[in-house]
Protein backbone atom coordinates (compact mmCIF):
# COMPACT_ATOMS: atom_id res chain seq x y z
CA UNK A 1 0.00 0.00 0.00
CA UNK A 2 1.93 2.99 -1.39
CA UNK A 3 -0.72 5.59 -0.24
CA UNK A 4 -2.72 8.08 -2.53
CA UNK A 5 -0.10 10.04 -4.91
CA UNK A 6 -0.69 12.98 -6.46
CA UNK A 7 1.59 14.89 -9.34
CA UNK A 8 2.99 17.67 -9.81
CA UNK A 9 3.31 18.77 -6.30
CA UNK A 10 3.74 22.53 -7.08
CA UNK A 11 2.67 23.95 -10.19
CA UNK A 12 3.21 27.77 -11.26
CA UNK A 13 1.61 29.21 -13.99
CA UNK A 14 0.34 32.33 -15.42
CA UNK A 15 -3.46 33.58 -15.74
CA UNK A 16 -5.12 32.28 -18.91
CA UNK A 17 -3.32 29.01 -19.21
CA UNK A 18 -4.46 25.38 -18.65
CA UNK A 19 -3.27 22.75 -16.26
CA UNK A 20 -3.50 19.31 -15.48
CA UNK A 21 -3.29 17.45 -12.38
CA UNK A 22 -3.39 13.61 -11.70
CA UNK A 23 -4.04 11.50 -8.91
CA UNK A 24 -3.13 8.22 -8.26
CA UNK A 25 -5.69 6.60 -5.35
CA UNK A 26 -4.88 3.29 -3.46
CA UNK A 27 -5.00 0.71 -5.50
CA UNK A 28 -8.16 -1.52 -4.53
CA UNK A 29 -10.01 2.28 -3.60
CA UNK A 30 -13.01 2.26 -6.31
CA UNK A 31 -13.76 5.56 -5.35
CA UNK A 32 -12.07 8.83 -5.91
CA UNK A 33 -12.78 12.51 -4.61
CA UNK A 34 -10.60 16.05 -5.49
CA UNK A 35 -11.10 18.94 -3.07
CA UNK A 36 -9.58 22.38 -2.93
CA UNK A 37 -8.54 24.05 -0.24
CA UNK A 38 -7.33 27.48 -0.09
CA UNK A 39 -4.80 29.23 2.63
CA UNK A 40 -6.44 29.15 5.60
CA UNK A 41 -9.36 27.05 4.93
CA UNK A 42 -10.56 23.49 5.24
CA UNK A 43 -11.28 21.59 1.66
CA UNK A 44 -13.98 21.84 -0.31
CA UNK A 45 -15.54 19.17 -2.00
CA UNK A 46 -15.55 19.39 -6.02
CA UNK A 47 -16.27 16.05 -7.19
CA UNK A 48 -16.19 12.57 -7.25
CA UNK A 49 -15.76 9.09 -8.65
CA UNK A 50 -17.04 6.06 -8.00
CA UNK A 51 -14.84 3.59 -10.60
CA UNK A 52 -15.06 5.24 -14.21
CA UNK A 53 -18.06 7.25 -13.25
CA UNK A 54 -18.39 10.94 -12.23
CA UNK A 55 -20.99 10.76 -9.66
CA UNK A 56 -21.00 14.41 -8.05
CA UNK A 57 -20.14 17.49 -8.87
CA UNK A 58 -19.78 20.63 -6.76
CA UNK A 59 -21.25 23.99 -7.33
CA UNK A 60 -17.62 25.07 -6.99
CA UNK A 61 -16.52 23.20 -10.31
CA UNK A 62 -17.11 25.77 -12.93
CA UNK A 63 -17.19 25.22 -16.82
CA UNK A 64 -13.53 25.68 -16.74
CA UNK A 65 -12.85 22.43 -14.57
CA UNK A 66 -12.77 19.48 -15.92
CA UNK A 67 -11.71 15.87 -14.39
CA UNK A 68 -11.73 12.43 -15.88
CA UNK A 69 -11.22 8.85 -14.34
CA UNK A 70 -11.03 6.81 -17.72
CA UNK A 71 -10.53 3.50 -16.70
CA UNK A 72 -11.28 3.50 -13.05
CA UNK A 73 -7.99 4.45 -11.60
CA UNK A 74 -5.69 7.51 -11.87
CA UNK A 75 -7.51 10.39 -12.67
CA UNK A 76 -6.80 13.27 -13.72
CA UNK A 77 -8.36 17.04 -13.15
CA UNK A 78 -7.89 20.07 -15.62
CA UNK A 79 -8.19 23.51 -15.28
CA UNK A 80 -8.88 25.77 -18.37
CA UNK A 81 -7.99 29.30 -18.51
CA UNK A 82 -6.42 29.83 -15.40
CA UNK A 83 -7.94 32.64 -12.84
CA UNK A 84 -5.53 34.30 -10.04
CA UNK A 85 -8.78 32.85 -7.77
CA UNK A 86 -8.05 29.41 -9.08
CA UNK A 87 -4.49 29.43 -6.40
CA UNK A 88 -5.38 26.94 -4.22
CA UNK A 89 -4.51 23.50 -3.05
CA UNK A 90 -6.22 20.58 -5.13
CA UNK A 91 -6.46 17.19 -2.59
CA UNK A 92 -7.27 14.11 -4.16
CA UNK A 93 -8.63 11.10 -1.73
CA UNK A 94 -9.92 7.52 -2.17
CA UNK A 95 -11.86 5.30 -0.32
CA UNK A 96 -13.36 1.89 -0.67
CA UNK A 97 -17.11 2.75 -1.23
CA UNK A 98 -19.33 -0.71 -0.17
CA UNK A 99 -22.98 -1.18 -0.44
CA UNK A 100 -25.45 -1.28 2.11
CA UNK A 101 -24.25 2.11 2.55
CA UNK A 102 -21.14 1.72 5.25
CA UNK A 103 -18.75 4.34 4.53
CA UNK A 104 -14.97 3.93 4.25
CA UNK A 105 -12.01 6.30 5.65
CA UNK A 106 -11.28 8.57 2.91
CA UNK A 107 -7.34 8.69 2.44
CA UNK A 108 -5.86 11.82 0.97
CA UNK A 109 -2.92 12.92 -1.34
CA UNK A 110 -0.20 14.88 -0.26
CA UNK A 111 -2.06 17.97 -2.65
CA UNK A 112 -1.02 19.79 -5.48
CA UNK A 113 -0.64 23.35 -4.62
CA UNK A 114 -1.27 25.83 -7.78
CA UNK A 115 -0.45 29.28 -7.74
CA UNK A 116 -1.73 31.58 -10.76
CA UNK A 117 0.50 34.66 -11.50
CA UNK B 1 -26.98 21.66 3.57
CA UNK B 2 -24.63 20.70 5.96
CA UNK B 3 -22.36 22.77 7.57
CA UNK B 4 -19.22 22.40 10.37
CA UNK B 5 -18.07 24.90 12.49
CA UNK B 6 -14.89 25.15 14.78
CA UNK B 7 -15.54 27.96 16.71
CA UNK B 8 -11.72 28.12 17.88
CA UNK B 9 -9.32 29.02 15.40
CA UNK B 10 -5.68 28.68 17.27
CA UNK B 11 -5.36 26.58 20.48
CA UNK B 12 -2.45 26.32 22.46
CA UNK B 13 -1.30 23.70 25.32
CA UNK B 14 1.69 22.66 27.22
CA UNK B 15 3.63 19.67 26.06
CA UNK B 16 1.91 16.19 28.41
CA UNK B 17 -1.71 18.14 28.89
CA UNK B 18 -4.60 17.76 27.72
CA UNK B 19 -6.76 19.89 25.25
CA UNK B 20 -9.98 19.89 23.72
CA UNK B 21 -10.98 20.85 20.30
CA UNK B 22 -14.50 22.06 19.64
CA UNK B 23 -16.57 20.81 16.74
CA UNK B 24 -20.64 21.56 15.64
CA UNK B 25 -22.46 20.73 13.26
CA UNK B 26 -25.54 21.52 11.37
CA UNK B 27 -27.86 18.69 9.55
CA UNK B 28 -31.62 17.47 9.40
CA UNK B 29 -30.26 13.88 8.79
CA UNK B 30 -30.50 11.51 11.08
CA UNK B 31 -27.32 9.21 9.61
CA UNK B 32 -24.22 10.10 9.22
CA UNK B 33 -20.22 9.74 9.63
CA UNK B 34 -18.17 12.35 11.74
CA UNK B 35 -14.50 12.77 11.63
CA UNK B 36 -11.48 14.58 12.72
CA UNK B 37 -8.84 14.76 10.34
CA UNK B 38 -4.83 16.01 11.45
CA UNK B 39 -2.80 18.15 8.90
CA UNK B 40 0.60 18.68 9.92
CA UNK B 41 2.39 21.27 8.48
CA UNK B 42 3.38 21.22 4.83
CA UNK B 43 2.54 17.35 5.35
CA UNK B 44 -0.73 15.59 3.79
CA UNK B 45 -4.10 15.33 5.98
CA UNK B 46 -4.50 12.08 8.03
CA UNK B 47 -7.44 10.54 9.99
CA UNK B 48 -7.02 10.78 13.31
CA UNK B 49 -10.54 9.22 14.59
CA UNK B 50 -13.97 8.98 13.32
CA UNK B 51 -17.63 8.54 14.60
CA UNK B 52 -20.35 6.53 13.27
CA UNK B 53 -23.39 8.71 14.46
CA UNK B 54 -25.77 5.33 15.30
CA UNK B 55 -23.08 4.43 17.72
CA UNK B 56 -23.51 6.32 21.32
CA UNK B 57 -20.05 4.91 22.29
CA UNK B 58 -17.56 7.85 21.76
CA UNK B 59 -14.83 6.52 19.80
CA UNK B 60 -11.04 6.91 21.03
CA UNK B 61 -8.06 5.92 19.61
CA UNK B 62 -5.03 5.89 22.07
CA UNK B 63 -4.43 9.29 23.33
CA UNK B 64 -7.55 10.91 21.15
CA UNK B 65 -11.31 10.30 21.85
CA UNK B 66 -14.28 12.52 21.38
CA UNK B 67 -17.47 13.81 22.74
CA UNK B 68 -20.27 13.64 20.84
CA UNK B 69 -23.14 14.64 21.69
CA UNK B 70 -25.75 13.98 18.95
CA UNK B 71 -28.67 15.74 20.37
CA UNK B 72 -26.49 18.84 21.19
CA UNK B 73 -24.95 18.34 17.45
CA UNK B 74 -21.36 17.97 19.26
CA UNK B 75 -18.36 16.73 18.61
CA UNK B 76 -15.39 17.50 20.44
CA UNK B 77 -11.71 16.08 20.14
CA UNK B 78 -9.92 15.18 23.53
CA UNK B 79 -5.95 15.17 23.19
CA UNK B 80 -4.67 13.62 26.39
CA UNK B 81 -0.83 13.80 27.14
CA UNK B 82 -0.03 16.30 24.40
CA UNK B 83 2.92 15.49 22.36
CA UNK B 84 4.79 17.85 20.13
CA UNK B 85 4.11 15.61 17.36
CA UNK B 86 0.43 16.83 17.90
CA UNK B 87 1.17 19.94 16.44
CA UNK B 88 -0.96 20.74 13.11
CA UNK B 89 -4.01 22.16 11.75
CA UNK B 90 -7.25 20.11 13.05
CA UNK B 91 -10.23 19.74 10.80
CA UNK B 92 -13.61 18.33 12.01
CA UNK B 93 -15.55 16.54 8.90
CA UNK B 94 -19.61 15.35 8.45
CA UNK B 95 -20.37 12.86 5.60
CA UNK B 96 -23.85 11.59 4.87
CA UNK B 97 -24.40 7.91 4.91
CA UNK B 98 -24.03 6.57 1.70
CA UNK B 99 -27.32 6.46 0.10
CA UNK B 100 -25.87 4.36 -2.19
CA UNK B 101 -27.56 5.99 -5.29
CA UNK B 102 -24.34 8.52 -5.23
CA UNK B 103 -22.38 10.23 -2.12
CA UNK B 104 -21.71 13.55 -1.26
CA UNK B 105 -17.52 14.25 -0.18
CA UNK B 106 -16.39 15.33 3.35
CA UNK B 107 -17.82 18.78 4.65
CA UNK B 108 -15.14 20.38 6.67
CA UNK B 109 -14.61 22.64 9.37
CA UNK B 110 -11.77 25.81 8.79
CA UNK B 111 -10.08 24.11 11.21
CA UNK B 112 -8.28 24.81 14.73
CA UNK B 113 -4.54 25.42 14.48
CA UNK B 114 -3.16 22.95 17.53
CA UNK B 115 0.45 24.79 19.22
CA UNK B 116 2.28 22.36 21.31
CA UNK B 117 4.11 24.48 23.91
CA UNK B 118 7.28 22.45 25.07
Known amino acids: DTGVSQDPRHKITKRGQNVTFRCDPISEHNRLYWYRQTLGQGPEFLTY????????KSRLLSDRFSAERPKGSFSTLEIQRTEQGDSAMYLC???????????????FGPGTRLLVL | AQTVTQSQPEMSVQEAETVTLSCTYD???????LFWYKQPPSRQMILVIR??????QNATENRFSVNFQKAAKSFSLKISDSQLGDAAMYFCAYRSRDSGGGADGLTFGKGTHLIIQP
Open chain 1, 49 to 56: FQNEAQLE
Open chain 2, 27 to 33: TSESDYY
Open chain 2, 51 to 56: QEAYKQ
Open chain 1, 93 to 107: ASSLGRTGGYQETQY
